[in-house]
């Protein structure tokens, strides 16, 4: 993902979760995904999406919980 893709992504994900410490990073060796972090953790990955036949783009957002996250503390 180019730099401007990755900033709107980022503006988007702000706005959408009224959240400003969200930040969406390329990653290293990767054109079609980007790293989500809250702050300096790592959260998931948005992929792009390319739609070859109507040339529209898309992007899904995966995120794993872990078990022991969800524990009590």
Sequence with gaps: MERTE???????LRGLFDL???KVVKRPQKDDSAEVYIGEEFIGI???????????????????????DLEEK
């Design 6 to 12: 990755t900033e709107k992504l980022e503006r988007y």
């Design 20 to 22: 400003p410490s969200i």
């Design 46 to 68: 948005l992929f792009r999406d390319d739609d070859d036949e109507d040339d529209d783009v898309s992007y899904s957002f995966q995120m794993a919980i872990l078990g022991f």
